[in-house]
């Protein structure tokens, strides 16, 4: 954390987005010739930055209880949380009477520069990041694609990538292929290089789809590694051959998309890779569930006592496909993404089985693309860049949707935003807590403040929202990483490289009992029965 303890910092005041200021950790004016993404900037110094806080006065609340207390913070680190805490004159003091103050939102699905269907998502681990923290999430766990297959090549291409990071930020692995070198690296990444959760695609025929035994053979090694097992759950072959039945009808629209990949792909895939994972007695974490055919596979899987996780992600939550039907083929591509939106009626039922705990936590798979991007499939679906915005969303958008209108807990809340994800990650309670020796990752939310959704005043590169026009109640005021306040009065201040890589343990919660769980299974196998030679 030696960045904290600077003196001085340049400040980047950048003319195309004038609430957001950028600080550089260097003299060398190097990062201000990185932010030529956003436009020509000016620098001027900021004179001092305060590594002591004090939040006083608001509801403090963590996923197990809420109390009204103060909060003390010194160099990026939670001191103390308790009431009435005195400090001295020169520290920062921020009144959070009648607010909530809760750790910051963990995103356990994202995808920055990633290189994906000829195309590379607009937003990197910069501007992906920079709007995250406007919008209260302080951490993301982002996938590692692997190059040609390697493991370690992917790895390293991501540590470059990650280089301009304002923000903490984890790694999943995706697997595209199995040989005993892929197994060998699943070992090294886990082992050295803090990486405890491993993602096999069963769609995208012919790039990173898997079949059922590389899917087999990833359980069995994720389990002896104590690493968690990721699968995006649709049918590959069947949503090869759905696309080439809408293009044989002449269905060449952002709608094809949804129509060539239904509900019931979606669940197919969901429970085969549950059975198979039941099979292995391993814990798997199905990620964006889409539709109620997923869920309910989930929640029939829970109640039997295996060890399934659901995420749900935003655009799930709250849209519906109606606008991949619209006539201006440009709007309609935004909404593009796999699994699709889904009909109506879908994300209603989803945030019910969030509220019951049927599914977990709430990602985003934020994988953004602009008009351009998305344009290479005007005329073939099937060549839209899959993918939506929802990093500097996804806390406004559950709290209006499933606080304000009474579906869950404030503390639930927190649980599905941030503390689930820490634990099922294993950084908790580094991570997801307010807690005396928590890492200070905290927001100031106002529920009594509104919000609004645009493209014109959102802080990624992308040019277009699917949100677009949203408005609610419950509006994050300041956000504070690493100890620092990088959001605060509508204006950003983060700095360029001073994100960390937070490196995840094995073992998470999710795997107590499994070795006691297998020795059960083998004592009521009864064999192999001794038989005499004739």
Same mark, same amino acid.
């Given at each position: ?13 950048? @003319? ?73 004159? *020169?520290?920062?003091?921020? *009144? ?60 390293? @291409? ?17 697997? $595209?292929?199995?040989?005993? $070198? ?161 009909? @109506? ?18 990602? $985003? ?46 503390? *639930? ?103 006691? @769980? ?17």
């Amino acid at each position: 954390m030696e960045f904290f303890l600077r003196a001085q910092y340049l400040v980047c005041a950048v @003319a195309l987005f004038p609430t957001l200021f950028l600080l550089s950790e260097s003299s060398n004016n190097q990062f201000c010739d990185a932010t030529n993404i956003y436009g020509d900037s000016g620098c001027n110094v900021l004179s001092s930055v305060s590594t002591k806080i004090l939040i006083k006065g608001g509801t403090v609340v963590n996923a197990h209880h809420k109390e009204v207390a103060d909060v003390y913070i010194e160099d990026g680190t939670i001191v103390a949380v308790q009431p009435n805490i005195k400090v001295s004159d *020169d520290i920062k003091v921020i *009144d959070a009477t009648e607010k909530f103050v809760m750790p910051g939102g963990i995103d356990p699905h994202t995808h920055l520069a990633m290189e994906f269907m000829g195309s590379e998502t607009i937003d990197d681990f910069f501007s992906g990041q920079a709007a995250a923290l406007a919008g209260g999430t302080t951490m993301h766990i982002d996938f590692v694609i692997p190059v040609n297959g390697s493991l370690s090549a992917g790895y390293e @291409a991501y540590v470059e990538k990650a280089k301009r990071s304002c923000m903490d930020y984890g790694f999943h692995m995706a697997i $595209t292929k199995w040989n005993e $070198t892929v197994s060998e690296e699943m070992e090294i990444m886990v082992k050295e290089k803090g990486i405890n959760s491993f993602k096999f695609f069963l769609a995208y025929k012919g790039s990173f789809m898997v079949n059922d035994e590389i899917l087999m053979e990833g359980l069995k090694k994720c389990k002896s590694l104590g690493a968690l097992a990721m699968v995006h759950a649709e049918n590959g072959d069947a949503v090869f051959e759905g696309q080439k039945r809408m293009i044989e009808l002449g269905i060449t629209g952002p709608e094809g998309h949804a129509l060539s990949r239904p509900p019931v792909l979606e669940g197919e895939a969901t429970a085969r890779a549950i059975r198979l994972a039941s099979f292995v007695n391993s814990p798997l974490y199905v990620v964006h569930v889409m539709s109620i055919d997923a869920m309910e596979e989930i929640a029939r899987a829970r109640k039997s006592g295996q060890r399934i996780v659901g995420e749900p992600v935003v655009s799930g939550l709250l849209l519906n496909d109606s606008v991949l039907w619209d006539p201006d083929f440009h709007f309609a591509a935004r909404y593009v993404m796999s699994p699709p939106i889904r009909a @109506a009626g879908h994300g209603t039922a989803l945030q019910a089985a969030l509220a019951a705990g049927l599914l977990q936590l709430v990602g $985003t798979d934020h994988c953004t693309f602009n008009s351009t991007q998305k344009a290479l499939g005007i005329g073939d679906f099937r060549k839209i860049p899959n993918g939506v915005n929802g990093m500097e969303e996804r806390m406004h958008l559950v709290w209006d949707t499933m606080v304000a209108s009474g579906q869950i807990s404030v503390t *639930d809340y927190v649980r599905i935003t941030s503390t689930e994800c820490a634990r099922i990650f294993n950084i908790y309670p580094r991570k997801g807590a307010i807690l005396v020796g928590s890492d200070a990752d905290i927001i100031i939310l106002n529920p009594n403040s509104s919000f609004k959704i645009s493209s014109k005043s959102h802080h990624y590169r992308t040019d277009t929202n699917v949100y677009e026009g949203w408005t609610g109640k419950g509006k994050v005021e300041t956000t504070i990483a690493g100890g620092r306040v990088v959001w605060e009065n509508d204006e950003l201040k983060v700095i360029l490289g001073a994100g960390k890589y937070i490196e995840m343990p094995p073992f998470s919660y999710l795997f107590d009992g499994i070795d006691k @769980a297998d020795a059960k299974y083998l004592s009521t196998l009864r064999a192999p029965v001794k038989r005499s030679a004739t």
